[in-house]
């Protein structure tokens, strides 16, 4: 039964990666694979739903309540039918039609692959969106789609239009897609389910279902481009033309609606949100439908009319009952074959005359007389003509219309007319009337027109055969209405309603198409109008006012760097003395005791003050160093006494290191420019002591306060105290952080190596080039390679005595790097660069510090594949460890040692960087110290 | 005690204030360590127990310092000495591009680049105006 519903599922989603990597090994793989995928994926699909569907339901993240939820049902088939179908037509197409647009926008061949990854990204996130029952699993895939449109409006990315179309369809359908979100989870803080079938039966119509229905109504319908958010889909035609057609009919646009019928359960039991779908739906009709007897260039007026037809089916699902819902689902499937198989033909006839303006073309049924009998059939589809699949969409609108009231019919039938003439002006604008002064045709690529051709049809024969048609929208239909939706498309001999209507429809049409010059000025009118005030201008002038906006903050910032830090601590000031004085002062102030004890702590602190004070008021550079580096290790010093070794350690080692960087930096940049900055007066003393003398006034106030609070009774340092035998150590403070705070730990040395990265790319040339330097041998005098001779081997050792020894006594995986490092910098001094290579190169110091954070994360990971929670170390608290002589094998050691190895390759590797630099630099300059560039 | 703590911790966060407010790069640098200083002194000494160091066999009775606020310390003095690395790597690349170490220069010659940019020209002239070429060469 799983099998049913993972392989489809499965198949599509892999197609994405399938062809890219075909496509890297060679360009032409791409295009076959992918089509060969997306069949593949389309038969999955039916043969799912043929042996009768299922359901894959697995907890995801069972605190949350998400579900990895998907069913194969009657929606699901449809629209996955369609995701994977339509885009094997639509595939088969491009296979010819990418190369030529390739080439007219002279690009390289190799830009190929990108178009079919992210078309089939598109794919596999459609099939998924219509497969997922969960609202969460649903947002994932409804964001795929948006990314994957994303990068396929702006396809060609050079012109600066394709940009902004595109970055005009992520801002519409992403901000409105928060909107589902935030429903989803007012759904989930309500009845704590994210489950749609499960949410179906909890919800009572009320201000809830009205407020969270709308949210995710208007998700919906901004991805259907249902008016007021239209304007993105005829910006989105920046998008390559097979893009275009699998946008409109199967992916993105049919997404939304997809949507309203997957959550159509919750939705139609409130009447409310039922009649706000019919308002959006008719405006939709209305805008789309006018706008597309404005609009010459052939994607617009398509772009124009999908706007008004996803209107229908909005509107459908408005109407409700059995004729809405079913009809709703049929009239997709109609819609998504004649409207691929519209676009397709348009961008043929572009290729073939290099024209895309109705009042540039005519005439071409003569030299394409198969891509004018196979649009024909599709356009007759679109208008609903007798015969064809779209005479029963077109039937059960009427129908949901006509038990709605007779305004509702007259609508529909006004509707339908308008539909009947845009559309009649597409096709007899193109290939009826004289060719005379029109764009001259050449040959098509024979793979241009026969989609087109199976398209149109499959159109034609689902108007005979309606059975698989009427069967998979009654499906589809049942999923939504929960209940059946018997639709009965078949022709019958008698006078019903709907026939009449059709028929006024016809004439009505036709009325409209020989009226024209009586209304296409009020037409025009309303588009100027539109254009003027409508809802893109809004948007434009939103995303300008926020650009402004962005660009003033932009200016305040570069403008006054210390007027941004002055924004910053001064509302901390205010917050910090609110709450200083809303404390009350009695008994919250302790001056605490002296004891005989703490005298040499207390000793240490006041060294570390008077040399934090020396370094404020220290000029030279290098006397700033030695003030600096004496307040650290003093520090150090001040940690022992509160008992803490391992801190002290790691402290002193890190000012060694500190110190070292703080020199390479002075040895990098000049001294007559070191020089001058010192030499320069301090600006406004005054005002810079009074400001630093209030931050530490406010400081010591927090403080005090802060440290007179009397400690709580009972504290999770005792219960880690207590707890650390059990987990086979004996060191406290490296149990935390290996053991029981490790993702702390973890998250510390993830910003470690994005140091390494940042420093390695701030200086020279990144950690790409590993030249390594070529200046004199070694710089040390004898004396100090005699000792570094003596030292560095020593160093090693206690380096590796550390790591192992870590769990039971002081130090741990970072001491033990550090000192590791500062080994191999005194080999490098004791031996020079000629004898043995000197330090690991840039790029191998990277690789070594990736390597051990690869082993801290893998450390970390590994207990999934156990089923345990990340981070959980072996053996077991309580269990025997294996001991290796006096060494106890535990997996914590192994996440330690993973941290030493990332802290050898970050010292290592930073030290190196800058002395690289270092030697970059001495190489340009001349004998005497000379800079010559 | 916690008065004079208390007193040590502020003397070292003016001092880095101090440091942070001026307009050579490096010094400001230097105030940015000794503000992590002073945070990670007071995170050692808002420990809950002070005494012995805690580690295995624990003495009998005595009291043991709190490792919770040890292990944090650890964690911080390795973020904030990686932060110190990539400052300084900073100070030098604006060095490089400015020439100076000079916030104020560096500020001016920001500002003369954004307006360039907004009156349209290009960024490459900005380059070749305020970049290597122009350094002063050394006597």
């Given at each position: ?264 359960p919750l939705l139609q039991q409130s009447e409310v949100l039922l009649d706000i779908l019919l308002v959006f739906g008719v405006a939709s009709m209305a805008v789309g439908g006018v706008l597309a007897l404005t609009r010459n260039v052939l994607k617009q007026l398509l772009a124009y009319s999908t706007i008004a037809q996803y209107g229908f089916v909005v509107a459908m699902y408005g109407l409700g009952g059995p004729y809405g819902a079913g009809g709703a ?605 | ?139």
């Open positions: 039964m799983t099998l049913t519903v993972l392989l489809p599922l499965a198949l599509a989603l892999l197609a994405a990666p399938a062809a890219l990597l075909a496509g890297t090994l060679r360009t032409a793989y791409a295009a076959p694979v992918g089509t060969v995928f997306a069949a593949l994926a389309a038969l999955a699909t039916l043969w799912g739903y043929l042996s009768g569907g299922g359901i894959v339901d697995i907890a995801w993240t069972p605190t949350w309540g998400l579900r990895f939820a998907v069913e194969l049902d009657g929606l699901a088939t449809l629209y996955a039918l369609l995701a994977t179908g339509i885009g094997f037509a639509v595939l088969v197409y491009s296979s010819r039609y990418v190369p030529l647009h390739l080439d007219h926008e002279a690009r390289p061949a190799s830009d190929a692959v990108r178009f079919y990854f992210f078309v089939l990204l598109f794919m596999g996130s459609m099939v998924g969106l219509a497969m997922a029952q969960d609202l969460i699993l649903l947002f994932v895939f409804w964001d795929l789609t948006a990314i994957a449109s994303y990068y396929l409006i702006g396809y060609d990315g050079h012109k600066e239009g394709s940009r902004a179309s595109a970055l005009m369809a992520l801002l519409i359908t992403g901000i409105t897609a928060v909107l589902l979100l935030i429903g989803a989870l007012f759904l989930y803080a309500a009845h704590g389910t994210f489950s749609i079938p499960e949410l179906a039966g909890l919800v009572e119509p009320g201000p809830l279902l009205t407020g969270c229905g709308l949210l995710i109504a208007v998700a919906g319908l901004a991805k259907s481009a249902q008016a007021p958010f239209h304007f993105w889909l005829p910006r989105a035609m920046a998008a390559p033309t097979p893009v275009s057609a699998y946008l409109h009919s199967a992916a993105m646009v049919a997404a939304g609606v997809l949507l309203i019928g997957r959550v159509y689902a049929f009239y997709v499937i109609t819609h998504a074959l004649a409207k691929s198989a519209l676009f397709l033909t348009a961008g043929a006839v572009t290729e073939a005359t290099g024209e895309d303006r109705l009042s540039k073309l005519g005439g071409l049924r003569k030299p394409l007389p198969l891509l004018a009998v196979a649009s024909g059939a599709a356009a007759a589809t679109l208008t609903s003509l007798p015969l064809t699949l779209g005479f029963f969409a077109d039937e059960f609108f009427f129908a949901a219309a006509l038990e709605r009231g007779p305004l509702f019919a007259a609508f529909a039938v006004a509707f339908a007319a308008t539909t009947l003439a845009y559309t009649w002006r597409f096709w007899s604008g193109v290939f009826l009337g004289g060719a005379d002064g029109k764009a001259e045709a050449h040959s098509v690529p024979a793979l241009l027109v026969a989609p087109v051709a199976a398209l149109g049809g499959i159109a034609l024969l689902g108007g005979i055969f309606t059975g698989p048609f009427e069967s998979l929208a009654e499906a589809a239909g049942e999923v939504s209405f929960q209940a059946p939706t018997p639709l009965g498309a078949s022709y019958r001999l008698e006078v019903l309603p709907e026939y009449l209507m059709a028929l006024g429809a016809y004439a009505l049409g036709v009325g409209l198409i020989l009226s024209r010059p009586v209304w296409s000025w009020a037409a025009l009118g309303f588009s100027r109008l539109g254009a003027l005030a409508g809802p893109e201008r809004l948007y434009v002038l939103t995303v300008h006012g926020l650009n402004v906006l962005s660009g003033s903050l932009h200016q305040l910032e570069i403008r006054n760097l210390r007027g941004r830090v002055t924004s910053v601590l001064l509302p901390t000031a205010v917050i910090v003395g609110a709450a200083v004085l809303a404390t009350p002062a009695t008994g919250a102030y302790q001056v605490g005791e002296l004891r005989a004890e703490e005298v040499p702590l207390m000793m240490v602190l006041v060294g570390v003050a008077a040399a934090s004070l020396a370094t404020a008021f220290t000029r030279r550079h290098v006397t700033l160093a030695l003030v600096f580096s004496s307040a650290g290790f003093a520090l150090a010093v001040a940690y022992a006494f509160y008992g803490a070794p391992d801190v002290t350690l790691v402290a002193v080692l890190v000012e060694v290191v500190l110190a070292l960087l703080y020199f390479a930096t002075m040895k990098l940049i000049p001294y007559r420019t070191l020089r001058r900055q010192a030499a320069q007066p301090l600006l406004r003393p005054n005002r810079k002591i009074f400001v630093s003398a209030v931050a530490g006034i406010f400081a010591f106030v927090v403080v005090w306060g802060a440290l007179s609070q009397p400690p709580a009774g009972q504290t999770v340092a005792e219960e880690y105290v207590r707890l650390t035998p059990e987990v086979h150590a004996e060191d406290v403070v490296t149990a935390i952080l290996a053991d029981f705070r490790g993702l702390d730990t973890l998250g510390e040395i993830t910003v470690v190596a994005v140091v390494l990265l940042g420093v390695s790319t701030l200086l020279g040339r990144g950690i790409t080039a590993a030249k390594a330097p070529s200046s004199a041998d070694s710089v040390a005098g004898v004396a100090t390679r005699a000792v570094a001779r003596l030292l560095y081997l020593p160093t090693l050792i206690v380096a590796v005595a550390i790591l192992v020894k870590g769990y039971t006594q002081t130090g741990d995986g970072f001491s033990a790097g550090v000192v590791a490092a500062l080994g191999l910098m005194l080999r490098r001094l004791a031996l020079g660069r000629g004898k043995t290579g000197g330090l690991p190169s840039a790029r191998g110091a990277a690789t070594i510090a990736f390597a051990g954070l690869l082993l801290a994360l893998s450390v970390a990971a590994a207990p999934l594949f156990l089923g345990d929670a990340v981070l959980t170390h072996y053996p077991s608290p309580g269990s025997e460890p294996i001991y290796l002589g006096t060494l106890e094998l535990i997996t914590a050691v192994l996440f330690d040692v993973g941290i030493f190895f990332l802290v050898l390759g970050f010292s290592i590797g930073v030290v190196s960087v800058f002395a690289h630099t270092i030697a970059d630099e001495e190489e340009y300059a001349g004998p005497q110290g000379y800079r010559k560039r | 005690m916690i008065l004079l703590i208390s007193l040590t911790i502020a003397i070292i966060f003016g001092a880095g204030a101090f440091l942070i407010l001026q307009r050579n790069l490096i010094r400001i640098v230097i105030g940015v360590i000794l503000i992590s200083n002073a945070a990670n002194l007071y995170i050692i000494a808002a420990g809950l127990s002070r005494g012995e160091p805690p580690i295995y066999p624990l003495p009998e009775g005595a009291q043991v310092s709190d490792p919770l606020v040890q292990a944090m310390v650890l964690t911080a003095i390795v973020i904030s000495s990686s932060i110190a690395a990539i400052l300084l790597a900073l100070v030098y690349r604006l060095y490089v591009s400015h020439d100076t170490l000079d916030l104020e220069e560096i500020s001016r010659a920001e500002r003369r680049a954004a307006e360039r940019l907004d009156s349209g020209e290009s960024l490459d002239d900005r380059e070749s105006s305020e970049g290597r070429p122009e350094r002063e060469e050394r006597p």
